[in-house]
């Protein structure tokens, strides 16, 4: 029967995983959240303008709401 550890992550949630398998995901977790870190560190450089800015010439959503997209997935 495979054991299970109890983690916190960096904001605190615990979860339970088990020891099989578990370097995988906790390698994937930790580059889900390092991809995180990175979204945030980058959409708290930007100004009020950026923020409204087009993405592109086709694309008319706003940076903002393309990180907001991406931060709720």
Not at 27 to 54: H, V, Y
Request: proline share 3%.
């Amino acid at each position: 029967m495979p054991t299970t550890t109890d983690v916190a992550n960096q904001h605190g949630v615990r979860t339970a995983i088990g020891t099989s398998g578990s370097r995988r995901a906790e390698s994937l977790a930790a580059r889900i959240e390092e991809g995180a870190a990175g979204l945030a560190a980058f959409a708290e450089g930007l100004s009020d303008a950026e923020w409204r800015t087009p993405v592109s010439a086709t694309d008319h959503r706003s940076v903002g709401v393309v990180v907001h997209h991406v931060a709720t997935m």
